[in-house]
């Protein structure tokens, strides 16, 4: 039975299982960890319903962390839930299985119950640290997270990076950079996902010097760029509107998958590259890598800034007839920018008419854009359809009003213009003013 889960056939280990006339607790948790490992975590968790079930054998402590993973993967708190109270009172409750609780508790959210289990524990290892300082990260309890950083008797890198990257995520990037000088101060060996945070950060920022220095880093300790960091690398220099160097980077890599080719399309995209976008997702299909959402969102984008009406048509196509995926809003509204900005507004209300699915969610920012686009082009009738959908969705919005407001006064039709500006009187909705941050000396000033 392992032996077929270490090569992935796990239906011939299920139905090995299935025949044995006698099942003991190590068959059982071969078959649900093996199911575990697969992904299958609705079937692990059957499994071990079964088993309880027919009572014939005690689930052990391989069997309650296995099952607590599967849990995890589910979002199964009550099942959880259930598995502690069993694991407390049938068992005796391990560091093993008290770390796969706080793993479960804190990935639901539960960081109440996680603390109080942290806390009663009598012995932890690093992993319970670990699990305990990224369960605060993930709530963004960052002061909090980093007071357990500190307590941790022993640090290893994968609690540093678990720190770090909670940094990056909330855009703390000098106390990442701060605390990634900290780790090299006390020789603790980074690996490729702590740079890759980092980097992750710059890109986000625009901090090309600092990506520098890590790019640096990486060469003077002889860090081999896989596709994992080289994509990092690409998505910075790109991000930072250094193009040459991505190019440089990506070009340079001795193996590219899809989030390298991603990668540097949406990065010649957003430079306004978009002749070598459309060249590079040529390229990529040329090859055994195929494109995903993303891919088509970046290709889609670099079509919308050239203008380019007819390949953004065949892009768009393609997913479906070509790669048979299913376009999601994200390309849909990439192509409704691409057909707004050359003014071809009932093509777009069409499209937008005959998204499969849709709700109000997804419609008002299509409609949005659209009514936008009316403004622009001048017309007046599809404004004022376009506004009272959007009206009769959220009347609340300032931006519709505005908007409708504005199409009749480049129409010099200012009865109309004072009409909703009445109505937006009457209705309480008032204009959003704008604002916009700058950073000086270090500290970011609103205005």
């Known amino acids: 039975m392992d032996m077929y889960v270490q090569v992935g056939r796990i239906q011939c280990s299920k139905k090995l299982f299935d025949e044995m006339p006698q099942r003991d607790v190590v068959a059982w948790n071969v078959l649900i960890s093996g199911l575990v490992k697969c992904g299958k975590f609705e079937d692990a968790v059957n499994l071990f319903g079964l088993m309880r079930k027919e009572g014939l054998v005690k689930p052990s402590e391989a069997t309650i962390v296995s099952t607590l993973s599967a849990c995890t993967a589910l979002g199964r708190l009550d099942l959880g839930k259930e598995i502690d109270h069993y694991a407390r009172e049938e068992l005796e409750l391990t560091t093993i299985m008290g770390n796969a609780l706080l793993d479960m508790y804190c990935k639901c959210g539960c960081l109440d119950i996680a603390r109080k289990l942290f806390d009663d ?3 932890k290892n690093v992993n319970c640290w670990t699990s305990m300082v990224s369960g605060y990260v993930n709530v963004g ?3 909090e997270a980093r007071r357990l950083f500190e307590r941790s ?3 290893d890198v994968v609690l540093w990076t678990a720190m770090i990257n909670g940094y990056v995520q909330f855009n703390c990037f000098d106390e990442a950079v701060g605390l990634f000088q900290e780790m090299q101060a006390r020789r603790v060996k980074p690996d490729k996902f702590v740079l890759v945070s980092l980097l992750t ?4 920022l625009g901090a090309l010097e600092q990506g520098k220095w890590i790019h640096g880093y990486l060469n003077e300790n002889s860090i081999v760029l896989d596709t994992v960091v080289g994509t990092a690398l690409i998505e910075m220099y790109a991000k930072c509107g250094c ?3 991505a190019l440089e980077i990506f070009y340079g890599l001795r193996k590219r998958d899809t989030a390298s080719w991603t990668s540097i399309i949406c990065g010649m995209a957003v430079n306004g590259e978009t002749s070598k ?6 390229e990529m299909e040329q090859t055994n890598e195929k494109p995903d959402d993303i891919t088509f969102i970046g290709v889609l984008s670099a079509c919308s800034h050239g203008g380019l009406v007819e390949e953004g048509r065949k892009v768009f196509d393609s997913i479906s ?7 999601k809003l994200e390309h849909y509204a990439c192509l409704i920018d691409l057909l707004c900005r050359a003014g071809l507004l009932v093509e777009v209300e ?28 001048g017309n007046v009738e599809m404004g004022e359809r376009m506004a009272q959908r959007l009206v009769e969705i959220q009347s609340s919005d300032s931006s519709v009003h505005t908007l409708l407001s504005n199409i009749y006064a480049s129409a010099d039709r200012w009865e109309d213009v004072k009409k909703v500006r009445e109505k937006m009187k009457d209705l309480g909705v008032k204009k959003v003013p704008g604002c916009s941050s700058i950073k000086v000396n270090g500290a970011i000033t609103q205005s």
């Open 121 to 123: 524990m009598p012995s």
């Open 141 to 143: 309890q960052l002061a």
């Open 153 to 155: 008797p022993v640090r």
């Open 201 to 204: 950060g710059c890109a986000k």
């Open 243 to 245: 193009i040459e160097k």
């Open 277 to 282: 976008a459309l060249e590079l997702f040529s």
């Open 321 to 327: 007839k070509v790669y048979h995926m299913e376009p």
């Open 350 to 377: 069409k499209l937008i008419d005959d998204i499969p699915g849709k709700d109000n969610e997804t419609i008002v920012p299509l409609y949005g854009s659209l009514l936008s686009a009316c403004r622009t082009y």
